[in-house]
């Protein structure tokens, strides 16, 4: 195991306010993180600070082996980890989607007949390979969505911050991306609202309350059937399953300072 993501008491401000306040936390290789929080908790935020979209006002980000603090620092880390955004509309800006989703391949320095067997190939393992030829632009939110994601596999990141990605998911997508998502050996930072999705997918937890990372346990037990709980470090909700079954606690995914 090593360390891809380091955030060393970091904190973002916005108008003013500090939207994340002196967060510690680390990302490991093989661990898939959900980070939960209440709307306008900062989430989004936290994701864009570990790419440089956000520019901390003090702490330190250390990502793949390297402080980074200018823009330039993190060309490299953009390649290495690949953010899906909130909003499709702020990822595809091509007008067709086999376009959109050559883009980073092609960004990557891939030829472009290579860079688009790898966008047809990503868009076939995510079952839309019928929209190749479609406008961007006339998509479905849910297509979308998935297309979103196909440019961002695409790049065949060490890392995913996957913001959201269920947003706009049928039943059937939202079982597709599960499973792919989980036969990926790739760590993630997966924010959602959808618990049971980050139950069957999360290794670890943490949640963000206050501009602050709190540590969140990850608890598998037996009820009438097997599967993971994910509890927040809110006490108000915080609930444990310590006699029932076999209790596994994962580590705290953090440090709080
Ligand atoms: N450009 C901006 N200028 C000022 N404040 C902003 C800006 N963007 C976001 N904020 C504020 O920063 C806070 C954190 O926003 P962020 O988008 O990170 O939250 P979030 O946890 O991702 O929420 P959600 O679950 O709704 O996506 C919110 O209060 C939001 O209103
Ligand atoms: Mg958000």
Redesign the pocket.
Known sequence: MSILFELADVTVE??GRP?LDRISMTLMTGTRLALV?A????????LRTLVGLETPTSGRVVAFGRERRVETDFYDVRTRAGLLF?DPDDQLFSPTVIEDVAFGPLNLGLARATAIARAEATLGRLGLSHLSTRITHHLSGGEKRLVSLAAVLAMEPQVLLLD?PTNALDQTHLGRLTDILTGLSVAMVI?S?DRLFLERLATRAVL?KDGHLTPAYLHRHVHAHDHVHVHGGDSDHEHRHDGAGHGAHADPAIRST
């Open positions: 916005r108008a939207i929080g709307i306008g908790a900062g989430k989004t935020t936290l909130q959201e924010v609202h963000l």
